[in-house]
Structure formats: C-alpha cells, structure tokens
Nanobody
Framework: VHLQASGGGLVQGGGSLRLSCVTS????????MGWFRQAPGKERDFVAT????????YYADSVKGRFTISRDNAKNTVYLQMNSLLPEDTAVYYC???????????????WGQGTQVTVSS
C-alpha cells in the first residue's frame, strides 16, 4: 500500500489549507486512516482519524473544531481540512493507514511521505 500526501504550503495565521492523501496498491482492504504531524525537534503527534466507512471520526483536542477529516473511498483519498490555522500548527503532516482507528503511531501499518505546513504569524 502506497500513500501520497499533498496540499501543504505556507499560509498566514487564520487561513485554511486542505491536505489530501491518495492510497494506491492494495486498496481493497478496509483501512482506517489517520493524520499525524511532527514539528521540528518534537515527536510525531496524533491529529485526526477516520474509520473505513467515514462515519466515525476522532480529533486531538488541539485541532477539534478547526480541522475536519473526511474520505472519498471511490477516489481512495482522505482529506484534512484545516481552518483557523495557528503558528503552532506548523509541522510536517503525515497520513497513515491501519486496521483500526487509533491515536497511536504504532497502530498504523502504512505511512505517506509527509507534506510541510507552515503557518506564519
């Protein structure tokens, strides 16, 4: 399974970005998907996760109410809509696929290469 994340960039504080993660390869499996982020010098932190059907989601407290995870299984794509961005949201964002929804990195089997999000103050 190959994951390709895109959509990162430079945005002013208060702005919005939408990240995409396209899955290819073995797409017949019902994977849960997650987004994580890693700022320089910090650990990779959980951001959001969504189940296979797309009807259950869960967010980190730091992004709740600002970020929305969704998926289009017909396009093998998961999205992360990020609104009201803050400088502390600056990080490399990674998408991941696993058998179950989880906030833990180790529960995911496949990872994308990451996309940089930079929020200026």
């Amino acid at each position: 399974v190959h994951l390709q994340a895109s959509g990162g960039g430079l945005v002013q504080g208060g702005g919005s970005l939408r990240l995409s993660c396209v899955t290819s390869g073995r797409t017949d499996s019902n994977y849960a998907m997650g987004w994580f982020r890693q700022a320089p010098g910090k650990e990779r932190d959980f951001v959001a996760t969504i189940n296979w059907r797309g009807d259950v989601t869960y967010y980190a407290d730091s992004v709740k109410g600002r970020f929305t995870i969704s998926r289009d299984n017909a396009k093998n794509t998961v999205y992360l809509q990020m609104n009201s961005l803050l400088p502390e949201d600056t990080a490399v964002y990674y998408c991941a696929a696993g058998d179950i929804m989880s906030t833990q990195n180790r529960r995911y089997d496949y990872w994308g290469q990451g996309t940089q999000v930079t929020v200026s103050s």
